[in-house]
Structure formats: structure tokens, C-alpha cells
């Protein structure tokens, strides 16, 4: 009951006034424009009005019911004008709001599908809602087609002989309008309505800072290459020809995969306009299906492009976690294994020397105990930091986990190894820690790797000493050689 309350007061406040009435204007806008692209009565080229009314339920939910009603209502007095199909105006009110309920309970039934297939779906899965918007996009499109030439054909607009006519051209018209639109219209009202975000598993329809012009450049090659594809078909009308318009696929990836998700889908809209205003003053009605066709398969394959740099951030992100440390930012433990193993391999390769150091810093937990986790947190991320800068490039530093820490230094033995660790250590117990009065000092174990052993046995060794070290008092250095 407060939640339908909720809704209603959200329905009469000024702002959704305003949004209905913005809605309505531009339905209206799109609807007109779609009438100048009929090819044949009741049957565009496509049917922009039907993304939109699409995008409105997904994001207003029944919220845009009556001003959608409305717009049916308008577009049908409207389109009766055109037709002149002598209804009286009771009739047409009876047409308008049987088309209307037809074409409204069917794309809100639709979009609330998708709304909670969408919504159950869990993160990283854009493909999936991609592939879930494009089924019941489609399937919502055939089944207003099939209703709304029903409910044209009871009221009396058309002859129920026309339905078999007209539904087919009906659908394609607003499925290629659903595919390509629904996106850009969502994309658009996802700056007022933030809870769109969530919904797009990571594609970002935010403007970004990316060159303008270069974008600019390639929008200018789809048109080029398409007016030239149509003026060809018109030169040519052989409907093979009209067949060429696929080709435009090719600019339309490279905008998907190196601009981004907004400017992408802004430019399968234009392409999807200009096929129809081309269509129309060409006079290219004959493969007008082609076309249809050719709009709605490319923007389908646009939508699973959109989704790879979506995954490919992702992707980097994993990396990126599963390779640093997240505290200290130093190799991982997994990271650092992965590593090591190869380090060896190629020691033993090339018959070089490598060393293995590892150290805990001593009596750490004493700084949790009685500074808190974050000075502890601080003072881990202090020492990786001051360790860092002490070491070659070749070096491999990790944590092990804790306060302990690994070091693998190629081309290093132990002598070399022991020194090292003799250095770091004094470099430890001068590390003024920010958050704590605490001098630190640690304890190192050194080996230099036998050729003999893996880096399991590598390890327990290394570890030993560092054992070694704790229980002989720690603050020292325990080296034993391979
Ligand atoms: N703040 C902080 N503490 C951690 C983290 N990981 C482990 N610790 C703590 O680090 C302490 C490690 O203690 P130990 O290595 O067992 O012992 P110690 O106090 O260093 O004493 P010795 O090693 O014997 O010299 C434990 O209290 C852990 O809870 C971390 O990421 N942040």
C-alpha cells in the first residue's frame, strides 16, 4: 500500500509531469516521422515510436501507461486524418484505445519480463542480458504486431483480408525500431533515472573523455558508405544489389569495439535513419524487407560487440587482483610462484645462480594489538614500499601473506643473497612508520637455489632459516648454502 502510495505521488510530482509530457512529444515526433516512412498503409520501414514506448516501461514501469495510451489514441485520430477512413469519432476513440491497449500491455509485458530477467541475472553477465533483450525484444515486437493489426481489424480500420498482409511488414518495422532504439533511448534516460546503471552490468553510456574527432571521422565514413550503397541499389535495381547494405556492418564493429557503448549505439541509430529517409526519397520500397532485416541484424551483432571491452576491463581488473597483493600492491603469492618457477627454469637453463629470500617482521602483531589493523595496515604498506625501492629491477618481491614477504633475485648467490638480506634488514629497522612511534626489525632466512630441487623444496628450505632466525632472537640473517 505506501509503495503504491509512493508511486502515485511520484506519478503528480513536477518532475514526472514534465518527463510524461516529454515523452509524449517525442512518441508523437517518432510516430510522425515513422508515417513518412511508410511503404505501404500501416507498414513502415521501421517503427521508432515502439523503442521508445519499449525503453519508457523498462525504465518508468506503469508509471508511462496513460501517456502511452494517449500517444496511441492521438496517433490514431491523427493517422485517420491522413487516411480518411470516415470513422466517425467514437469509432476512432474505440480504434485508439484497442490499438493502444494492444501496443501498450504488450511492450510493458515485455519490458517487465525483461526488467526481472535483467534484475536476477548476477554481475559480469552483459552478454546474457544482451542476448535476454534481444529474445524478448523480438517476441515483444511480433506480438504487438500480431495484436495491434488484430485490434485495427475489429475497430474497423482495416480488412480482417488485410491482416495477412500487414502483420509481417508490421513486425519487422517494430523490431528493427526495438533493436536498434531501445539502447540509445535507454542510454539517454539512464542520466535522469541512475538505477539503469545496474541494470547494464558495466556498459557505460556516460559520456567519457575520448577525442571527438576521430569518432567524427569514422561516423562520416558509415554515411559515406552507405548513401554510396543505396545510391548504387538505385542505379542497380537488381535485388541483389540491395544485399550490400550488410557491409556496413564492418564500420559499424570498428565504432563498437573503439568508441564507446553511447556514441556506438548513437551511430547504429543514425545508420538505422538514414536506410529508412534513403529508402523513402529512392523509392527503394521493393526491398524494403532487406533493409529491415539488415537493421535489425546488424545492431543485434553491435549489442555483443558492446560487450567485449565491457569484458575486457573486467578481464584486466581480474588480473590485475589475482597478480598484486591488494594491500601492498607487491606480487601476489600466486603471482609470485608462477614467477619463480620460470625464474628457476631459466637459472637452470642458463646455469646461473639464484637465491630465495624470505622474512617476517618481528613481533607485528603487537602493532595491531595496540595501534589498531590500520596502523598495522600502514605499516605493511610502508615497509613493501621502502623494501621496493632497495631492490634491482630484475628482483621479485611478494607477500606471502601476513607480515611475511619473499624476495627472488635472478643472477644472485648466496653470498650475494646474504648480503642483500643483511641490507634489508637495516633498512627495515629505519623505517619511521607513520601511524605508530615503532621501530621495526625483522628476520630473514637466505638459500640459494640447488639445481637439484624444485621450488617446493626450494621453499621449506628458505623457510627453516627463517625459522631459525625467529627462534635464535630474531633481527638477523640465517643463510645456509644449497
Ligand atoms: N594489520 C594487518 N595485520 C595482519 C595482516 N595479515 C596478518 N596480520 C596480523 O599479523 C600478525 C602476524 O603475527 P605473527 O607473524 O604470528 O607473529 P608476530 O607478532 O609477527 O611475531 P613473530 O613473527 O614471532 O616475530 C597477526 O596478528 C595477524 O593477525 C594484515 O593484512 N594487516
Known amino acids: 500500500m505506501g509503495s503504491f502510495r509512493n508511486q502515485l505521488n511520484i506519478f503528480f510530482s513536477a518532475t514526472e509531469m514534465l518527463r510524461s509530457i516529454l515523452l509524449l512529444l517525442c512518441w508523437l515526433l517518432l510516430w510522425r516521422l515513422a508515417v513518412l516512412m511508410e511503404y505501404a498503409p500501416h507498414a513502415s520501414i521501421w517503427f521508432p515510436p515502439a523503442g521508445l514506448s519499449f525503453a519508457a516501461f523498462l525504465v518508468m514501469g506503469l508509471r508511462a501507461m496513460p501517456v502511452l495510451l494517449l500517444c496511441s489514441i492521438i496517433a490514431t485520430f491523427w493517422v485517420d486524418n491522413m487516411y480518411q477512413s470516415e470513422q466517425d469519432w467514437l469509432q476512432l476513440a474505440n480504434s485508439g484505445i484497442l490499438f493502444g491497449a494492444a501496443h501498450c500491455f504488450t511492450y510493458w509485458l515485455g519490458a517487465s519480463l525483461l526488467r526481472s530477467m535483467v534484475k536476477s541475472l548476477v554481475a559480469d553477465v552483459l552478454p546474457k542480458a544482451i542476448l535476454s533483450f534481444l529474445v524478448i525484444g523480438s517476441v515483444t515486437a511480433l506480438t504487438a504486431a500480431l495484436?495491434?493489426?488484430?485490434?485495427?481489424?475489429?475497430?474497423?480500420?482495416?480488412?480482417?483480408?488485410?491482416?495477412?498482409?500487414?502483420?509481417?511488414?508490421?513486425?519487422?518495422?517494430d523490431l528493427a525500431a526495438t533493436?536498434?532504439?531501445?539502447?540509445?533511448?535507454?542510454?539517454?534516460?539512464?542520466?535522469?533515472?541512475?538505477?539503469?546503471?545496474?541494470?547494464?552490468?558495466g556498459l557505460d553510456f556516460h559520456l567519457q573523455?575520448?577525442?571527438?574527432?576521430?569518432?567524427?571521422?569514422?561516423?562520416?565514413?558509415?554515411?559515406?558508405?552507405?548513401?554510396?550503397?543505396?545510391?548504387?541499389?538505385?542505379?542497380?535495381p537488381y535485388?541483389?544489389?540491395?544485399?550490400?547494405?550488410?557491409?556496413?556492418?564492418?564500420?559499424?564493429?570498428?565504432?563498437?569495439?573503439?568508441?564507446?557503448?553511447?556514441?556506438?549505439?548513437?551511430?547504429?541509430?543514425?545508420?538505422?535513419?538514414?536506410?529508412?529517409?534513403?529508402?523513402?526519397?529512392?523509392?527503394?520500397?521493393?526491398?524494403a524487407l532487406v533493409y529491415q532485416f539488415a537493421i535489425t541484424v546488424i545492431a543485434a551483432s553491435a549489442y555483443f560487440g558492446l560487450a567485449v571491452p565491457v569484458l575486457a576491463a573486467h578481464n584486466k581488473q581480474l588480473r590485475k587482483?589475482?597478480?598484486?597483493?591488494?594491500?601492498?600492491?607487491?606480487?601476489?603469492?600466486?603471482?609470485?610462484?608462477?614467477?619463480?618457477?620460470?625464474?628457476?627454469?631459466?637459472?637452470?637453463?642458463?646455469?646461473?645462480?639464484?637465491?630465495?629470500?624470505?622474512?617476517?617482521?618481528?613481533?607485528?602483531?603487537?602493532?595491531?594489538?595496540?595501534?589498531?589493523?590500520?596502523?598495522?595496515?600502514?605499516?605493511?604498506?610502508?615497509?613493501?614500499?621502502k623494501i621496493l625501492t632497495d631492490l634491482r629491477q630484475s628482483d621479485l618481491f611478494g607477500r606471502f601473506g601476513g607480515d611475511e614477504f619473499m624476495l627472488l633475485l635472478p643472477n644472485s648467490d648466496l653470498q650475494h643473497a646474504t648480503d642483500t638480506a643483511e641490507r634489508l634488514r637495516q633498512t627495515l629497522m629505519r623505517i619511521a612508520l607513520t601511524q605508530t612511534p615503532r621501530r621495526l626489525s625483522g628476520s630473514f632466512g637466505v638459500i640459494e637455489v640447488n639445481p637439484q630441487e624444485n621450488l617446493q623444496q626450494a621453499f621449506e628450505r628458505v623457510d627453516a632459516n627463517l625459522l631459525q632466525a625467529k627462534r635464535q632472537g630474531r633481527n638477523q640473517v640465517v643463510s645456509s648454502p644449497s
Open 321 to 385: 587482483l589475482a597478480l598484486n597483493d591488494g594491500l601492498t600492491q607487491v606480487a601476489s603469492r600466486m603471482y609470485f610462484f608462477e614467477r619463480a618457477e620460470q625464474e628457476i627454469a631459466r637459472a637452470r637453463r642458463y646455469q646461473q645462480p639464484v637465491s630465495l629470500i624470505l622474512f617476517d617482521v618481528d613481533h607485528f602483531k603487537q602493532i595491531n594489538d595496540d595501534y589498531g589493523h590500520t596502523a598495522g595496515d600502514t605499516a605493511l604498506v610502508q615497509v613493501a614500499e
Open 179 to 201: 533493436i536498434v532504439l531501445t539502447p540509445l533511448f535507454l542510454g539517454l534516460l539512464s542520466w535522469r533515472y541512475p538505477q539503469i546503471d545496474s541494470w547494464l552490468a
Open 147 to 173: 495484436l495491434g493489426t488484430q485490434a485495427l481489424a475489429i475497430s474497423g480500420m482495416i480488412q480482417s483480408s488485410e491482416v495477412a498482409d500487414i502483420w509481417l511488414p508490421w513486425w519487422i518495422g
Open 239 to 287: 535485388p541483389e544489389v540491395s544485399f550490400a547494405v550488410f557491409f556496413l556492418i564492418i564500420p559499424q564493429m570498428w565504432m563498437v569495439y573503439t568508441e564507446t557503448a553511447f556514441r556506438a549505439t548513437m551511430s547504429l541509430a543514425i545508420f538505422s535513419v538514414l536506410t529508412a529517409i534513403w529508402v523513402a526519397l529512392l523509392g527503394l520500397m521493393e526491398q
Open 209 to 236: 573523455d575520448q577525442p571527438l574527432q576521430p569518432y567524427l571521422i569514422k561516423q562520416g565514413i558509415c554515411i559515406l558508405m552507405l548513401s554510396a550503397i543505396m545510391l548504387l541499389a538505385y542505379a542497380f
